[in-house]
């Protein structure tokens, strides 16, 4: 154990630069009241840390613990023993200046008494009595640091570990509620962005995307999130959203900090073109899951949190009348509304009819120049068509669709584009290598509609779907949305 005086501590402060207690280099270490005192303080510095610290023989023995005091007995924490700090460091709330030794903001986080059961060079075991941390706890030494052990049992019955990864719920296409039922659902706009789990352990956060890719890199806004939340344990459910220079929601925008690898990038990145992370639901909170609460038991709690800051906020949840919320997620320029009921449970992975999405649709006419035969249930038939617009006397591709066709519009598009076959792309932009590779060009002369969400940054169609034959309209009539 280190050495009973506060010469190293005094070393690394200057008391013209920090308003932490520093005692004079004449003032010996000294006891005070019952000698069993024990202190948190929560200190964001360069990294975030709980200093844990001990009264002992006139100082604070003290020790950084990165992720917090265990609140299970299944987990350690690490413990970084530190300088001995003056007693009088116990009641010390304040910011350190940057630059100067452990920079940051100081809080206390924890206070109370504790009762000693052993202490040694490798060991230390202490019963805490304090206003958030009642329990039996041990340092032991694992070599340079130490550890730190939960003895008793989980700070709550029942605690649960904080899970490693659960995947998302999905909502299925739908209509809003009937007004007989609307009063059952809750109603929250749709948010065009990415779907991203984030979970918060010791202050750190760590985000995972709908495909289980660790996206937590790409998005340093999330950072922030997990120093506002410190020692609570969650797992949020939510959308990560870009917004345009109208304030809008956009997919576009979003696309240029998708994929971002390098840290240094995507900081950089995130200065120019910021992302919000719009939270919605709440599967785990301190030891206990969610997931078979019902909607609204969730909702509470998760609004109980006040999780509110420059990156973050939380969807805003409607009551009926349903067609009121749809009406003014239009007029917000919103990708749709989810209605969820109630008094559903979260269901991971799953498509479940408790959550629908009603999207509003944006129509397109286009011409098409090509089509890709199909698979399974396709086979020999067309599997997707390729759709272009003219500009300029060229056509412009803007994408393909794939849905939306009945067997008999199918053989009916069959029939009019075989007569239309021709050997090369009628397409004057470039098109992907695994788009021409097994493409049927056609004589760009028929013309249809498709339903689609927004225009992508490469300008091509997000999410179209056919909705027919335009046959009162020339391609020469065909213009961009």
Known sequence: MAGRDLSEYRRRRDPARTSEPVPPATTRPRKSGSGHRFVVQEHHASALHWDFRLERDGVLVSWAVPKGLPPDPKVNHLAVQTEDHPLEYASFEGTIP???????????????????????????????????????????????????????????????????????????????????????????????????????????????????????????????????LGTTQVVLDGELVAFDAQGRPSFGTLQQRMHVADPAAARRLAARVPVIYVIFDLLHLDGRSLLRETYDARR??????????????????????????????????????????????????????????????????????????????????????????????????????????????LADLGSRLGRLERKSAPFTTALPTAVRRDARWVTPNVVGEVAFTEWTTDGLLRHPAWRGLRPDKAPRDVRPE
């Open 98 to 228: 940057a630059g100067e030794y452990g920079g940051g903001v100081v809080t206390i986080w924890d206070h109370g008494s504790y009762e000693l059961e052993k202490w040694t060079e490798r060991e230390v075991k202490v019963v805490l009595h304090g206003v958030r941390v009642d329990g039996r706890f041990v340092l032991f030494r694992t070599g340079k640091n130490w550890m730190m052990h939960r003895m008793d049992a989980a700070a709550r019955p029942g605690w649960e570990r904080l899970p490693t990864l659960i995947k998302p719920m999905l909502a299925v296409p739908g209509e809003l509620p009937s007004a007989a039922e609307e009063q059952d659902w809750a109603y929250e706009m749709k948010w065009d962005g990415v779907r991203a789990v984030v979970y918060v352990d010791g202050g750190r956060a760590r985000a995972m995307s709908r495909n289980d890719r660790d996206i937590t890199v790409s998005y340093p806004e999330l950072r922030a999130l997990g120093l506002a």
């Open 300 to 409: 509470e709690q998760l609004d109980g949190l006040g999780l509110a800051g420059e990156a973050w906020q939380l969807s805003p949840a409607f009551s009926a009348p349903a067609a009121d919320v749809l009406t003014a997620s239009r007029a917000e320029g919103m990708e749709g509304v989810l209605a969820k009921r109630r008094d559903s449970r979260y269901e991971p992975g799953k498509r479940a009819h408790a959550w629908r999405k009603v999207k509003h649709v944006r129509t397109q006419e286009v011409v098409i120049g090509g089509w890709r035969p199909g698979n399974g249930r396709r086979a020999g038939k067309i599997g997707s068509l390729m759709l272009g617009i003219p500009e300029d006397g060229r056509l412009r591709y803007v994408g393909q669709v794939g849905t939306g066709f009945t067997d008999a519009l």
